[in-house]
Each structure stands twice: as structure tokens, then as C-alpha cells.
């Protein structure tokens, strides 16, 4: 089989701009990285990225594209309605409405079907809308135009199948009955790896498997970086309110999910493809590059802003700013030494420059 190439694109809030950043620096000193990718997958803010760039005939376009969308994250972010409802904790922080209007800026009508390059985004559907009502359930779903999925999504507006993916609870409202798909696959990697698999696998023979295809693909993933962290000792009996709302670590809970599984996909590529096929781009980082929008506590966060009152203007009125100048910072300074090797030497440039569309 020729060769396949996949690009992941981890969650993350407003740091997926260090990652979209990494990549302009790829692109600029090795030409023809993005349209040399089959696939471009992502998750909840990687989600909304892998969707930009799949949707311009040259994703090195795309990917200035989706880099000016998040520098002009703030136009969206410091939008919130029903502002006491969302700080009480009986509604969403924010409105998706202001996020829908900008991303659509970007992508327009367009549909899956009209995309010139194979995506998937990962989001939960809470309804599975089964026909037995004992067997309904929320489900884990890849949002995609790969041929695997039967066509099952190809009518949907990229804007919307992109939002699926991005809708964390208690940030945003649930839309169109999904949620962030963050809360299972922040590192989409695996995912798409084994929605590649199945789509390529030999079905004329029963029980068919696809190791034997795994040769032919490579996975570049690209996290939004490590942060240091730890719980410290003494917490044996924490209790909800402080596995979420501690002052010190809001949202311990599922920022310690989220990290740990993502650290864990990493680990099953890397066996499954080994070193040649697998690269996980991760930089370090500080704290201050954690997940700002994508969970913390509303009523710490009123209380932060204002603790800060003495700050700069800027930050008063974008209280993302301090995360989105890091951000630029890391993904304009960090160390791309290693990765070129990798790309020069295991081959994924030789799966050709031309863009790669989408299936008909």
C-alpha cells in the first residue's frame, strides 16, 4: 500500500497556538510537510485547527489561517452571556454563538464532503439515539470524512462537526448534542491511527487484521506541551470539592485525566509504530501554559481578576493574553533540532508533496 501520513493535533485551549506555530516553523524549513499529510486529525481547539487547515487546497494556507484565528481569540473569549447564571455554576461560562460566528468566518458553508483533504475531529455524542431505549448511551465518536465511516457525516457543515469537538462542559454549552472529545482522546493520535487501520484492512478475509499495513504509515503528533504536575501529599482525603474546586488546583480531577491518558496514547503509538514511524512533538513548559479556558473554576477565576486589579489594561480585558504572549513565546523559540531528522530520514516527505484530497 503507499504510504500514509497523519497529523495530530492535541487539545488544549489557546496553546494549540504554540502547536499551529511549531508547525509554520516545520513547514517553513522543510516545504511540503502539511501536504504531505493524508490526515489531519485533532481535538476540541486541535479539532477546529485540523478542520482549517483540511479545508484550504494548501494546507500551509490553512495553517496561517488557523493561526490568525486563535491570535484573534479574544474577540469570542471575553464574550460571556447570561454572566451571573455562569458564575453561579447553573450555566456556561460562555456562549458559543461569538465562537460559531468567527470560525465560520474561516470556513464558510462548506461541508465535509466539500473538503479538499481528510479529517477527523474527536467528540462524545451524549445520545446515542438507540432504538431499544435500554440501550441508549453517550458514546465516544470520530467525526470524519475517511470512507470508514460510511458517509455518516458527510453533509455536516465543517463549522459544526469542528464545535462538536470543542464543546467543554461548563466552558461551553453542549452543541448539537455533543461535547468535548477531550474528555477521552485529548491526544486524537490513536484514534486516528485506528480509523486508518480500519478503513485499509483486508475485509475479504474474516477476522481480518491490519498489522501487517502498519508499515506503510507514519504519525506526527504535536502536544500543547508538558507542564509540570503533581498533587502533593496530604490529599488522601480529598472529596469532590477539592478534586475540582481546590484553590490551588482547580479542576485537579480532570486535569489529572486528561494528561494521564494523553501521556498513555503516546506510549501505545510509539510501541505500535516504533521510533521511525512515530514522532510526539511536546515541548516543556510553565504552568502558565495550562489548559486557561479549558477547565477552571468560574468562581476562582472572577476571584483571580479581581486579586489583579492592579495589571495591565490588557490583561483586565483579554484575561487570556498572559497565556496566548507564552504561547507565541514557546512556539517561536523552541528547540526543532531533533525533528528534522526524523522527517528526512523515515520518510515522510517521499509520500509526495501534492496535496492529498479528501475521497469523493
Not at 341 to 352: H, N, R
Request: proline share 6%; charged share 20%; glycine share 8%.
Amino acid at each position: 500500500m503507499p504510504r500514509y501520513n497523519i497529523l495530530s493535533i492535541d487539545g488544549g485551549g489557546v496553546n494549540v497556538l504554540m502547536s499551529l506555530l511549531l508547525l509554520r516553523r516545520i513547514e517553513e524549513a522543510r516545504p511540503g510537510f502539511l501536504a504531505a499529510c493524508d490526515l489531519f486529525a485533532g481535538t476540541s481547539a486541535g479539532g477546529i485547527s485540523a478542520m482549517i487547515l483540511a479545508a484550504d487546497e494548501d494546507p500551509a494556507v490553512g495553517l496561517d489561517s488557523a493561526i490568525r484565528f486563535w491570535e484573534k481569540s479574544p474577540s469570542f473569549v471575553r464574550r460571556a452571556r447570561h454572566a451571573a447564571a455562569s458564575f453561579a455554576g447553573t450555566a456556561a461560562l460562555f456562549s458559543n454563538r461569538s465562537l460559531r460566528l468567527a470560525l465560520q468566518q474561516v470556513l464558510g458553508d462548506k461541508t465535509l464532503r466539500k473538503l479538499p483533504h481528510t479529517v477527523l475531529v474527536t467528540s462524545i455524542q451524549l445520545d446515542s439515539k438507540a432504538s431499544n431505549p435500554e440501550y441508549r448511551s453517550w458514546r465516544p465518536r470520530s467525526l470524519s470524512n475517511l470512507e470508514v465511516e460510511g458517509g455518516a457525516y458527510l453533509n455536516g457543515l465543517a463549522v459544526d462537526i469542528a464545535l462538536r469537538s470543542a464543546a467543554a462542559p461548563m466552558i461551553w454549552p453542549v452543541y448539537q448534542g455533543y461535547v468535548d472529545g477531550g474528555l477521552f482522546a485529548n491526544d486524537p493520535s490513536m484514534l486516528a491511527l485506528t480509523r486508518v487501520l480500519d478503513e485499509r484492512r483486508d475485509r475479504s478475509t474474516p477476522g481480518g487484521h491490519a498489522r501487517d499495513i502498519l508499515d506503510d504509515i507514519s504519525l506526527f503528533s504535536v502536544g500543547e506541551g508538558q507542564v509540570p504536575h503533581h498533587i502533593q501529599a496530604g490529599t488522601e482525603n480529598w472529596g469532590y470539592w477539592q478534586w475540582m474546586f481546590h484553590r490551588k488546583r482547580q479542576g485537579a480531577l480532570l486535569e489529572l485525566a486528561l494528561n494521564s491518558t494523553a501521556e498513555a496514547i503516546s506510549e501505545q503509538c510509539r510501541m505500535l509504530l516504533g521510533d521511525h514511524q512515530y514522532y510526539r512533538l511536546n515541548p516543556d513548559s510553565k504552568p502558565l501554559t495550562g489548559r486557561t479556558m479549558h477547565v477552571f473554576d468560574p468562581i476562582s477565576f472572577a476571584g483571580s481578576r479581581l486579586q489583579h486589579a492592579t495589571t495591565s489594561l490588557e490583561e483586565l480585558v483579554n484575561p487570556l493574553h498572559a497565556a496566548l504572549a507564552h504561547a507565541r513565546d514557546v512556539g517561536s523559540t523552541y528547540d526543532l533540532t531533533p525533528v528534522f531528522p526524523w522527517i528526512d530520514d523515515f520518510g515522510w516527505l517521499e509520500a509526495g508533496t501534492s496535496p492529498t484530497l479528501a475521497p469523493a
